[in-house]
C-alpha cells in the first residue's frame, strides 16, 4: 500500500511538471468547440453547464463532474474516454474529442483545474459573438401626427412597389428599397421619400429612373446612413444638390454618371467612410485626391474586381497555349501527328502520331530531348511576338 501511494505521488509529481495548462487558451476552446453547444447558457444537458466557473463546479453539491487535481475521480474525465457507441459517451453525438484534446483537459484538472475570470471571460465573449447586434439608431419613435404622415407616404410607396420596413421591430429607423421598382419609380416617387426624413436611414435607389432633379428632394436628410444610386442617371449635380448628409456612412455610385466632381462635393459629409464608384465615371486621380483630403473616406473603384478578371483571361489563355501542340510532325516517325496522343513536358504540349511513338519516347526522352528544346524555342519566340504585338 505505502508503495502503491508512492508511486501515484511520484507519477502525480511527474505531472505537475509538465508545463501548467493555460486554461484560457488551451482548455476553454475546447469545451466552447464540444460541449458548450449542450452544456452552455441556452442548453443544459444533463444539467450541466460548462460555460462559467460557478455552474462547473457547483458549491452545493459534493462532487461536480470536474473534481480538481483528481483525474480518476472527475465524471468529465470518465465520459470523455468511454469507447465510441457507448451512450454516455461524451460528446454524445459526433466524433470524439481527439487523443490531445483529452490530455489537456486531463493535465489541467491534475494541475488544479484552475478556472479564472478571464475564463468566463472567452465564454461570454463567444456568446457575445452569436448575439445579432441589435440595431439602434437611436431615432425616437416620431410625435402622432408626424408618424401618421410617415405611415401615409409608406404606405403609397408600398402601393409603388416599394420595400419600406422598419429595420427593427423595436426601432422606428426605416429602410426603403426602391431598386425592385425599377424604372417605374422616378423623381414624382420622391415627394414620398422626402416625407421619411425624421426617420429613414437606408435608403436604396438603385435602377430606378431617379435623376438629379429627384434628389434634391433628400438633401440634408437628418438620418440617412446609406444611400445608393447605383445604375442610375445620377451625375454630380445630383450629388452636389444633397449638400450635407449630417449622417451618411456609404454612398454606392456604381454605374452611375458620378464622376471626380461629386466625389469631391460627398467629401463635405463628416461621417461619409465609403463610397462605392465601380463602373462610375470616378476617375484614378479622382479617387487620390479624395484620398489626400479625407485619409478616412475609402473610395472603392473596383479595381480589384478589373485585376482579377484581367488575371483569370491571363490564366486561361496560358492554359489554352499549354495545351495547343507545340509540334506539327510527329516527333519520332515525322508524320502528321494526332491530339490522342501526347505528353507534356514542363508545360510544352508534344504529340505523335500513335500510340507506339508516344511510347518510343517515353521509354527514352533523353534521345529526344535536343528536339523538344527546339519546339520549346520556338513556342517562347512565338509567345514573345504575341506579347509584342499587345
Ligand atoms: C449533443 C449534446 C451534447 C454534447 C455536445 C455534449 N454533451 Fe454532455 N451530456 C449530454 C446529455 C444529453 C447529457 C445527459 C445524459 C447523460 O448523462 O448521459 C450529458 C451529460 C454530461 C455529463 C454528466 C453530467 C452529470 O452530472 O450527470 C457530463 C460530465 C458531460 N455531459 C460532459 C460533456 C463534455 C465534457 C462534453 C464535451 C466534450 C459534452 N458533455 C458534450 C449531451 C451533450
Request: aromatic share 4%; hydrophobic share 40%; with cysteine.
Amino acid at each position: 500500500m505505502h508503495t502503491l501511494s508512492c508511486a501515484f505521488a511520484l507519477c502525480a509529481t511527474l505531472l505537475a511538471q509538465e508545463p501548467k495548462v493555460d486554461f484560457v487558451r488551451e482548455v476553454a476552446p475546447i469545451l466552447q468547440a464540444h460541449c458548450v453547444s449542450c452544456h452552455g447558457a441556452d442548453k443544459q444537458k444533463g444539467d450541466l453547464r460548462l460555460d462559467a466557473r460557478v455552474h462547473a463546479f457547483p458549491v452545493d453539491e459534493e462532487e461536480g463532474s470536474v473534481v480538481a487535481g483528481d483525474v480518476a475521480a472527475s465524471e468529465l474525465v470518465r465520459r470523455i474516454e468511454l469507447p465510441d457507441g457507448d451512450e454516455e459517451r461524451m460528446p454524445n453525438e459526433g466524433p470524439r474529442l481527439s487523443p490531445e484534446s483529452v490530455a489537456v483537459i486531463k493535465r489541467w484538472i491534475q494541475g488544479g483545474a484552475e478556472w479564472p475570470e478571464s475564463g468566463d471571460a472567452f465564454f461570454e465573449a463567444e456568446r457575445q459573438k452569436l448575439v445579432i447586434p441589435k440595431i439602434d439608431f437611436g431615432i425616437e419613435s416620431p410625435a402622432t401626427d408626424a408618424q401618421q404622415k410617415i405611415d401615409d407616404a409608406v404606405a403609397l410607396l408600398r402601393k409603388k412597389g416599394v420595400l419600406c420596413e422598419r429595420v427593427a421591430v423595436d426601432s422606428a429607423a426605416l429602410d426603403c428599397n426602391a431598386s425592385l421598382a425599377g424604372a417605374q419609380f422616378g423623381d414624382a416617387e420622391m415627394e414620398a421619400v422626402a416625407q421619411l426624413a425624421p426617420t429613414l436611414v437606408w435608403l436604396n435607389l438603385g435602377r430606378t429612373n431617379v435623376t438629379d432633379a429627384g434628389l434634391v428632394r433628400i438633401a440634408a436628410l437628418p438620418q440617412l446612413r446609406r444611400l445608393s444610386v447605383a445604375n442610375t442617371s445620377v451625375s454630380d449635380v445630383g450629388i452636389a444638390s444633397l449638400g450635407v448628409l449630417p449622417k451618411l456612412e456609404v454612398l454606392n455610385v456604381y454605374g452611375s454618371k458620378v464622376g471626380d466632381a461629386g466625389l469631391l462635393a460627398s467629401c463635405a459629409m463628416p461621417q461619409l467612410r465609403k463610397v462605392y464608384a465601380f463602373a462610375s465615371a470616378v476617375t484614378e486621380s479622382g479617387a487620390i485626391a479624395v484620398a489626400s483630403k479625407r485619409s478616412d473616406l475609402v473610395v472603392d473603384r473596383g479595381e480589384y474586381a478589373t485585376q482579377r478578371v484581367a488575371a483569370a483571361e491571363r490564366e486561361v489563355a496560358e492554359r489554352k497555349r499549354r495545351e495547343e501542340p507545340a509540334n506539327e510532325q510527329c516527333i519520332v516517325s515525322g508524320d502528321k501527328p494526332s491530339k490522342e496522343h501526347f505528353v507534356d513536358v514542363d508545360g510544352l504540349r508534344v504529340v505523335f502520331c500513335c500510340g507506339k511513338c508516344k511510347k518510343k519516347y517515353e521509354d527514352d526522352p533523353a534521345a529526344f530531348a535536343a528536339k523538344v528544346e527546339e519546339l520549346r524555342k520556338k513556342r517562347q519566340e512565338s509567345v514573345g511576338e504575341q506579347k509584342q504585338g499587345q
